[in-house]
T-cell receptor, first 114, second 114 residues
Framework: NAGVTQTPKFRVLKTGQSMTLLCAQD?????MYWYRQDPGMGLRLIHY???????AKGEVPDGYNVSRLKKQNFLLGLESAAPSQTSVYFC?????????????FGPGTRLTVT | AQSVTQLDSHVSVSEGTPVLLRCNYS??????LFWYVQHPNKGLQLLLK??????LVKGINGFEAEFKKSETSFHLTKPSAHMSDAAEYFC????????????FGTGTRLTIIP
């Protein structure tokens, strides 16, 4: 099993450009999450999904959109990138809600917006 | 509401000496607590978790943590540091009440001195 994979690993965007980050998991997990990691701030939840076809806002959703058309994939979109979105983005998945199951993380995508 | 505070942003220890990374939490309900480790340019990996069973929890690579409700603490320890332990460590709280979200601490960077 590959676990959680993220594409791409690195990306540089100009302000105003758009892009989509892809997260895929092969563990048949119900829940998927997108986080951003900034220096000194830990990980902050952007959006999450409790199942195929569902999405919900996390702590810092502004400027991002997500879609979960297939159970194994969770896409994060930036419609008009801003320098404040320069960050490392992590995707995670977990087997189910309502129980203290750990989340499994991907390797991250480093995004720079100039 | 839930929150977590990691009391040290950076800890340095000599190889072979004990490691102590401190974490305090706040939660309205009985929490689940986790420690994750992040090696440079990698995703997060679960070290150990507390889920209201034994208060002393053993994890991978010789790490353990003790849940102390009276002190609202969940400190991470290891008897003897190894060079491969150099990484960033995150304390994470999960509130067991209809909320699958994790709240991350800001991280502690552990440096091992040869």
């Amino acid at each position: 099993n590959a676990g959680v994979t993220q594409t791409p690993k690195f990306r540089v965007l100009k302000t105003g450009q758009s892009m989509t980050l892809l997260c895929a998991q092969d563990m048949n997990h119900e829940y998927m999450y997108w986080y951003r990691q900034d220096p000194g701030m830990g990980l902050r939840l952007i959006h999450y999904s409790v199942g195929e076809g569902t999405t919900a806002k996390g702590e810092v959703p502004d400027g991002y959109n997500v879609s979960r058309l297939k159970k194994q994939n969770f896409l994060l979109g930036l419609e008009s990138a801003a320098p404040s979105q320069t960050s490392v983005y992590f995707c995670a998945s977990s087997p189910r809600a309502g129980a203290p199951y750990e989340q499994y993380f991907g390797p991250g995508t480093r995004l720079t917006v100039t | 509401a839930q929150s977590v505070t990691q009391l040290d942003s950076h800890v340095s220890v000599s190889e072979g000496t004990p490691v102590l990374l401190r974490c305090n939490y706040s939660s309205s309900y009985s929490p689940s607590l986790f420690w994750y480790v992040q090696h440079p340019n990698k995703g997060l990996q679960l070290l150990l978790k507390y889920t209201s069973a034994a208060t002393l929890v053993k994890g991978i690579n010789g790490f353990e943590a003790e849940f102390k409700k009276s002190e609202t603490s969940f400190h991470l320890t290891k008897p003897s540091a190894h060079m491969s332990d150099a990484a960033e460590y995150f304390c994470v709280v999960h509130s067991n009440f209809g909320n699958e979200k994790l709240t991350f601490g800001t991280g502690t960077r552990l440096t091992i001195i040869p």
